[in-house]
T-cell receptor, first 117, second 116 residues
Framework: GAGVSQSPSNKVTEKGKDVELRCDPI?????LYWYRQSLGQGLEFLIY????????KSGLPSDRFSAERTGGSVSTLTIQRTQQEDSAVYLC???????????????FGEGSWLTVV | QQQVKQSPQSLIVQKGGISIINCAYE??????FPWYQQFPGKGPALLIA?????SEKKEGRFTISFNKSAKQFSLHIMDSQPGDSATYFC???????????????FGQGTILTVHP
């Protein structure tokens, strides 16, 4: 597609349930990122994929959070046993991912708004 | 050391005025400093970016000023318009390559309101 596509756009779930958030990056982008944006807060890095590998998952807040990427394209962020503090906007982003002097612009999707009740 | 501190948290400017948002960082490994603009319900969009080998970059009404010795950079919006009303985030990332490639550390954001 033309941009980074995320689904669902909105999700309300009960505390303790598992949720899956999907990201479809821009075609040809090898780098994919997940960020979390809580109300009134900045963007918090969660995980970075280069291809299907995740060389940096240092931002995942707990072992309830996991992510995978298949086929070098679509990525899924899974939150198990959701807690109220998981309520936030989960933003996916992608870039060309080519190393070198020229910086690759990171493009964001519109986010998945998660509310845990 | 990974933090980027942004101020002010909110800013109100009259149409035609200059909006100034400031950011400071500690990590000397940062070498790329973008600004993102975010409208309600939308994802952040890249506005303008600078590397530390220049002290200023201008694109239209938007200018980044960069002070490497002070480890500070700022966004100036000239002739501010109501359509500029949005949340602005500064960010920084270290050198390309390795596991940190492209990993952005964001400031806390500034909510800009431009009154007509």
């Amino acid at each position: 597609g033309a941009g980074v596509s995320q689904s669902p756009s909105n999700k309300v779930t009960e505390k303790g349930k598992d949720v899956e958030l999907r990201c479809d990056p821009i075609s040809g982008h090898t780098a994919l990122y997940w960020y979390r944006q809580s109300l009134g807060q900045g963007l918090e890095f969660l995980i970075y994929f280069q291809g299907n590998s995740a060389p940096d998952k240092s931002g995942l807040p707990s072992d309830r959070f996991s992510a995978e990427r298949t086929g070098g394209s679509v990525s899924t962020l899974t939150i198990q046993r959701t807690q109220q503090e998981d309520s936030a906007v989960y933003l996916c982003a992608s870039s060309l991912g080519r190393p070198g002097k020229s910086r690759n612009t990171i493009y964001f999707g519109e986010g998945s708004w998660l509310t845990v009740v | 050391q990974q933090q980027v501190k942004q101020s002010p948290q909110s800013l109100i400017v009259q149409k035609g005025g200059i909006s100034i948002i400031n950011c400071a960082y500690e990590n000397t490994a940062f070498d790329y400093f973008p600004w993102y603009q975010q409208f309600p319900g939308k994802g952040p969009a890249l506005l303008i970016a600078i590397r530390p080998d220049v002290s200023e970059k201008k694109e239209g009404r938007f200018t980044i000023s960069f002070n490497k010795s002070a480890k500070q950079f700022s966004l100036h919006i000239m002739d501010s318009q109501p359509g500029d009303s949005a949340t602005y985030f500064c960010a920084a990332s270290p050198n390309a390559g390795g596991t940190s490639y492209g990993k952005l550390t964001f400031g806390q954001g500034t909510i800009l309101t431009v009154h007509p």
